[in-house]
């Protein structure tokens, strides 16, 4: 493949994205989130919460296009004329057949974290299905906005690798800021990232994807299964620290699914 051979360079959504996305379409991936949690008879809730946050959330993607070079022998990820690389193993191997990237910000807004903060405080529980809920539907929204720019790509013969994020396999969250300044999302969507590295508003996230020949996409279906993940996009490794054991919320921590930590950890650990 030509290393220049991408036809859009960039998508902008800056007004509210509206997809349709079921409760129903989103009610297994919410449960996944929430483990242990969940019921069989808390379904009518949850779906009941799903819908909540589908309402309140206000959607922003930007997705932007760049030629790479891929080096295994330094195990490194560079953008092309550029003083950027990234270096991971996982990554080099996803795009190891890619000479461009796709690299995604989506945002859901700043509604859906003031919600999250006032079921905390007035009904603990709602406020975790809201939040897992919220989690769901970012990735949602993120996937069925990617699948659709995927169909102009496929005309061409062209196709996507999975999404790889910040904090998955040995790809360091630090770089964060780094994706962020190289699609302006400050700006264009309104996302932030703290010293930790969390993204703010907090249901937001980024990711890098590679574009590859059809006939290669089998040779990333096979990496993908030998990662141990069998869902289109893998999700983030549940890392923690000893001290999260002690936690009342441990065994369904959001955080933690997500890769990042609660405020108590940031301030105490």
Known sequence: MPKKSFRISEIYDREWIKLIITPYKLLPEVKRYLGGLNHQEMDSE????????????????????????????????CIEDSDICFKSMDLAKLLSESRECGIVAITLGHEIDRQIALYNKTDLS???IFDAAASAYVEAVCDKRQQEVEQKYREKRLGFTFRFAPGYGDLNLSIQPILLNLLNASVKIGISVSKYYTLYPRKSMTGIFGVVLQKNMQNQIDFQQKSGNSSKYQRPKKT?????????????????????????????L
């Open 46 to 77: 949850i779906l009941q919460i799903i819908e909540e946050v589908i309402q309140k959330s206000r959607p922003q993607f930007l997705l932007k296009f760049f030629p790479i070079n891929v080096s295994m022998e330094s195990v490194k990820v």
């Open 126 to 128: 709602r406020g975790i």
């Open 240 to 268: 923690d620290h000893p001290k999260c054991h002690s936690c009342l919320n441990y065994k369904h921590c959001i955080y933690l699914s997500e890769g990042t930590y609660c405020e108590y950890r940031k301030r105490n």
